[in-house]
């Protein structure tokens, strides 16, 4: 399996990304992001976490400009599986690959800190209920909803770690404390698996997003 | 082609809240400026432009705010154009 990791001017994340797609047994591939032929060689995409051309306008407002991008779309709107990380979510949301759009956290403060995130839906055989300790480093994840499109799969929302979801356990002010969302193939989440793949690092939780990743890739 | 000034302002929808407004008012409130009701903190760009006509530097800028300046999603725009000066 191959997995194309999207690389931006700004972006920081990618070789995390990288190490923990080959921790599940498969082939990442840095993809700069002014490349234009098609990624056809690649089984699932990833956006990885970072800054983006520094986050100017507003967190991936730029990037989605990018050579690749339409490249991008067409992957997805092939079917074939989609993940942006953190910035790389910021990024699907103003191309329009996910809905609503990622706003200023509401403390207005960069928040880096260890969260719970509960699954919510069972996208790429996650289980419903399953807790994930996975850390956040945002400044922009403060998710709002719009109202004119239809709804999103919400995939993880912000939980204590008894599961449950209160505004307490809200890092960014997210509606419904939601932490990442799926549209179809595409899934954004603003936590940052790729931190947590060993004990290590603290957890191990994040392993469990990029096997569902592959599994979704073997069962296609 | 005329040369035109153009100022774009963008602000967060009225249904969106906005903490960094929200804490500028405390500021505001705390310098003893009781008055202030709201603030909206938004974005604002000077651009120039070249256009054959006011019509058309309206309706290129229109698109730049919706293409790209604005997130329509959770941002309202509007912009005032003048012009600047005389090409040729």
């Known amino acids: 399996m191959k997995v194309g990791i999207i690389v931006f001017p700004g972006t920081n994340c990618e070789r995390d990304t990288a190490r923990a797609i080959e921790a599940v047994g498969s082939q990442p591939r840095l993809l700069w992001h002014t490349a234009t032929e098609p990624l056809s060689g690649c089984d699932a995409v990833v956006l990885p976490g970072g800054f983006a051309h520094g986050d100017a306008l507003r967190a991936g407002a730029i990037a989605r400009f990018s050579p690749i991008m339409p490249r991008v779309m067409e992957f997805a709107d092939s079917g074939r599986p989609v993940m942006g990380i953190c910035n790389g979510f910021q990024v699907l949301v103003e191309c329009g690959l996910l ?9 207005l403060q960069f928040r880096a800190e260890w969260v719970h995130c509960r699954v919510e839906a069972p996208v790429w055989g996650l289980q ?93 | 082609m005329s040369g035109f000034l153009a100022r774009v302002y963008v602000s967060p929808r009225p249904s969106v809240r906005d903490p960094e407004g929200s804490t500028i008012l405390d500021g505001l409130h705390q310098l003893g400026f009781g008055t202030v009701e709201i603030v909206r903190a938004g974005k604002y760009f000077e651009i120039l432009l070249e256009a054959g006509s006011g019509q058309i530097a309206e309706e290129q800028l229109d698109l730049m705010c919706r293409k790209l300046l604005a997130n329509p999603v959770v941002e309202q725009y509007r912009f005032d154009l003048q012009v600047e000066s005389s090409v040729e």
Do not use: W
Request: net charge negative; hydrophobic share 40%; charged share 15%.
């Open chain 1, 99 to 107: 809905p609503g759009a990622l706003l200023r956290n509401d403390s």
């Open chain 1, 128 to 220: 419903p209920g399953a807790m994930l300790r996975l850390p956040v480093a945002h400044g922009m994840g403060n998710y709002f909803p719009d109202a004119s499109v239809p709804k999103p799969d919400v995939v993880l929302r912000y939980c204590d770690a008894h599961g449950r979801v209160t505004p307490q356990s809200n890092p960014n002010g997210s509606f419904d404390n939601i932490a990442g969302i799926s549209n179809g193939n595409v899934l954004g989440l603003m936590p940052h698996p790729e931190r947590a793949i060993s004990d290590v690092l603290g957890s191990v939780d994040g392993s469990y997003v990029f096997q569902a990743l592959v599994r979704e890739l073997v069962a296609a």
